[in-house]
């Protein structure tokens, strides 16, 4: 059996630095608040007519992963997306991600997990490289927040945490043992969908309904801020443990953690629950925000553009959020 690594990542941000300060200014908040509830600073947000998209950040990172892995877009066998705010209704980002990048007619998958998107679709293209199907397949994380948030007071809990942006990964077939993707580890728990959701539009009430009740804001994020903190800790942590154990490792074998980038209390909860220096964790949250199905890769690429990843290191990545799901990542770089 044929098992999985990653040959080329690349990401890409918008310009648009969006600080909290910046924040302040929109809704009643503060830098002081933000920063030390998240860990936030600023993030970035797509200015209005820029042209980009959740598809058009993707591919243009796509793009950087592609050359990166050395290879041309004709090489890659198959596209899994992962966004919770794709451009249209349906259908879903990744056929635009086939056509933006002008690639052969090859299937394109679209992965609706939320925070733990990356994590998902990481899973799906190493099984279809794991039976022989596929030899490499893109895999892509993009999210334009800034557009569906509530920038008023009454949205401050949920608008200061979210960003824009987008990560890319090439998967491709490995042929050293030990090497590259060891294992995932997927999980759900749809019992509180509600509690991290944007409920409409939706086929239950679809936009004729929801205008008729300008006091109906459900269109705009909701989040269950604690609780989704209290089981944020409790699953990122279940997640890790339950990928180490799968490979018969332990703490002390992480060389890198790489969370979902969530809020930056959450993982310097994970991070001394697990004993993990400062070098041993990645956080980029400060200067990007939560970017959910892009924040792994982003954080992933940014990491090892700065040389905190080398051959050989023991790579973890976890998440949690929306659904809620969670899972992890073992790889062997
Ligand atoms: C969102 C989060 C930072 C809020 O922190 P919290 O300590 O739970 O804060 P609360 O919601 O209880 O609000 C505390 C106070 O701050 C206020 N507040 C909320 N947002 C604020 C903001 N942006 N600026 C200033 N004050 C704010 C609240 O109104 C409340 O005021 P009150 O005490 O007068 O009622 C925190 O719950 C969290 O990080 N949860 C997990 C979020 C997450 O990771 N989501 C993504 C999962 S993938």
Redesign the pocket.
Known sequence: MYSSKITGMGFYVPDNVVTNDDLSKMM???DE??QE??GIKERRWIKEGSGDTAAVMGAKAAKIAIERAGLIKDDIDFIVFASLSPDYYFPGGGVQIQDLLEMPTVGALDVRNQ?TGFVYSMSVADQFIKTGMYKNVLVIGAEFHSKGLDKTTRG??VA??FGDGAGAVVLSRNEEAGKGVLSTHLHSQGKFAKE?SVLTPSIQKWVPALMEDPDDLSYYPY?N??L??KH?VVRFSEAIEEGLTANNLTKEDIDMFIP?Q??L??SQFVQRRFKLSDDQVYNNIMYYG?TTAASIPIALCEAWEKGKIKEGDLVVIAA???GFTWGSIVMRW
């Open positions: 009643d908040t503060n608040w933000i509830r998240t925070c401050r809990t200061v945490l991290l989040m801020g604690q989704v903190f944020a979902h969530a809020n209390r959450i939560n949690f959020g929306s």
